[in-house]
């Protein structure tokens, strides 16, 4: 089992509608997945960012 971290962040309401529509039709809302789509997306961000 994975160690998991709750974290408590403040982002742009616009920005945080768009991404859940988006993940929320890839997840199909199965349990746990807007943490899983966040993990995804910061996961994509570090990978990005150690490339450049």
Do not use: P
């Not at 988006?22 to 997945?33: E, P, V």
């Not at 994509?44 to 960012?49: D, G, M, P, R, V």
């Amino acid at each position: 089992m994975k160690k998991t971290k709750r974290v408590t962040i403040s982002i742009n309401n616009d920005v945080d509608l768009h991404f859940r529509k988006l993940a929320s039709s890839k997840m199909l809302f199965k349990t746990g997945w807007y943490s899983e789509a966040v993990e995804e997306a910061m996961e994509l961000w570090i990978k990005e960012e150690e490339a450049s």
